[in-house]
């Protein structure tokens, strides 16, 4: 049976500064991504996150999958 890890994205891993779906405005939380490669050596690791700014009309769905491409490079 494997084990699994979900985190929340933001606030957990980059810090939250509200609807946002632009590299500009990304800030990783100090030391979040060499805890993610720890994690990743006894997890299976989900990243999970709710973008209400979808639904808002604040940034369409395309914005928000083209970033989230952009953020699983790191």
């Known amino acids: 049976m494997n084990k699994a890890a979900f985190l929340d994205r933001d606030?957990?891993?980059?810090?939250?500064v509200g609807d946002f779906y632009s590299?500009?405005?990304?800030v990783f939380i100090p030391r979040a991504?060499?805890?993610l490669k720890?994690?990743?050596?006894?997890?299976?690791?989900?990243?999970?996150?709710?973008?209400?700014?979808i639904g808002k009309q604040i940034f369409r769905e395309e914005e928000f999958l083209r970033f989230n491409?952009?953020?699983k490079k790191f």
């Open 69 to 71: 491409d952009y953020y």
């Open 38 to 53: 720890i994690l990743k050596e006894r997890f299976l690791l989900f990243i999970v996150t709710n973008q209400s700014g």
């Open 33 to 35: 991504l060499e805890a």
């Open 11 to 16: 606030g957990t891993i980059n810090e939250d």
């Open 23 to 26: 590299p500009e405005k990304l």
